[in-house]
């Protein structure tokens, strides 16, 4: 069965800290696999990685793709309260044309000041 | 402004009856899409549409229904066959059918059942 499973569920740090994020991924035909910030409402798109070991990196925040060993990393240096939010990951799998997603279950990080 | 567009934030329906949830895009995009997220458990699928006039089921796609009969919409009925309705849609769209597109989501809808 496909799936993709991320961890921790949920973190608590201090403004500052830096952490990790981690998605580790088992499907058929994977495509590209997804970084998303969902704060209140819509999820807003991170990142899209499709090739192994090329860091994608915006601002704080930085994303690299082991497709040898099935998993990703979304890493956020010197957080702020801002980025307190739910941190979901999803793989673009199948053989078809059909652009479908497989989300985890995210993890919600929570930045204290 | 370009975007995606989801009616009503709020929805509240009684037991037994049929509910019908708004998505519109206004970014030429050919592919919608449907989820529901429900506390713990990510996002799943419930209906896609890579094309106007067609759509295919996704991951649970029972008790609901839809139709893409303008590029621009995709509406989500949710019918009284759903046995636990109570969630969270989101609506997605992405530019192309044809790769593995980003997909952008619209603000999303929140669904009671009284």
């Known amino acids: 069965e496909d799936k993709v499973v991320q961890s921790p569920l949920s973190l608590v740090v201090h403004e500052g800290d830096t952490v990790t994020l981690n998605c580790s991924y088992e499907?058929?035909?994977?495509?590209?696999l997804l970084w998303y910030k969902q704060e209140k409402k819509a999820p807003t798109f991170l990142f899209m990685l499709t090739s192994s070991g090329i860091e994608k990196k915006s601002g704080r925040l930085s994303s690299i793709l082991d497709k040898k060993e099935l998993f990703s990393i979304l890493n956020i240096t010197a957080t702020q309260t801002g980025d307190s939010a739910v941190y979901l990951c999803a793989v673009i799998h199948g053989s078809s044309n059909t652009g479908k997603l497989i989300f985890g279950q995210g993890t919600t990080l929570q930045v204290k000041p | 402004d370009g975007g995606i567009t989801q009616s009503p934030k709020y929805l509240f329906r009684k037991e037994g009856q049929n509910v019908t949830l708004s998505c519109e895009q206004n970014l030429n995009h050919d592919a919608m899409y449907w989820y529901r997220q429900d506390p713990g458990q990510g996002l799943r699928l419930i209906y896609y549409s890579q094309i106007v006039n067609d759509f295919q089921k996704g991951d649970i796609a029972e008790g609901y229904s839809v139709s893409r009969e303008k590029k621009e919409s995709f509406p989500l009925t949710v019918t009284s066959a759903q046995k636990n309705p109570t969630a969270f849609y989101l609506c997605?769209?992405?530019?192309?059918?044809?790769?593995?597109?980003?997909?952008?989501f619209g603000p999303g809808t929140r669904l009671t059942v009284l």
């Open positions: 499907v058929t035909n994977f495509r590209s």
């Open positions: 997605a769209s992405s530019i192309n059918r044809k790769v593995a597109d980003t997909q952008y």
